[in-house]
């Protein structure tokens, strides 16, 4: 449940700022530890590149147990790891979003 509330919320904000910055902007995608961005790519990958991972890893994190025993022998373990990844992802998504929607795009 947390993880499609996640990527649902994920891809509201790339729509939000799709709609916001237009297909042909191009958004940071690295920053320096001081926010200041390096790199930049086209809308349309910036957006869509970290909710396609979360997704990505959602399925794996959904399908592991299935096939590898030992993936559910710690369940709090696991789900631990499996938030943590989503969280981690979630906030690099929300620092390109918020950098699109500030108006620097």
Do not use: C, E
Not at 15 to 44: I, K, M
Not at 75 to 95: E, M, T
Request: overall charge positive; charged content about 10%.
């Amino acid at each position: 449940a947390v993880s499609l509330a996640l990527l649902t919320a994920m891809a509201a904000a790339s729509l939000l700022a799709w709609t916001t910055v237009g297909p042909d902007a191009r958004l940071a995608t690295h920053f320096a530890f001081d926010g200041t961005p390096g790199r930049y790519v086209p809308a349309a990958v910036a957006l869509s590149i970290i909710p396609a991972a979360a997704a990505f890893a959602t399925l794996i994190f959904a399908y592991t147990p299935r096939v590898d025993t030992k993936a559910s022998t710690s369940p709090r373990i696991y789900k631990g790891l499996w938030l943590f990844v989503l969280l981690a992802l979630s906030a690099g998504h929300a620092l390109i979003v918020g950098y699109a929607l500030s108006g620097h795009a």
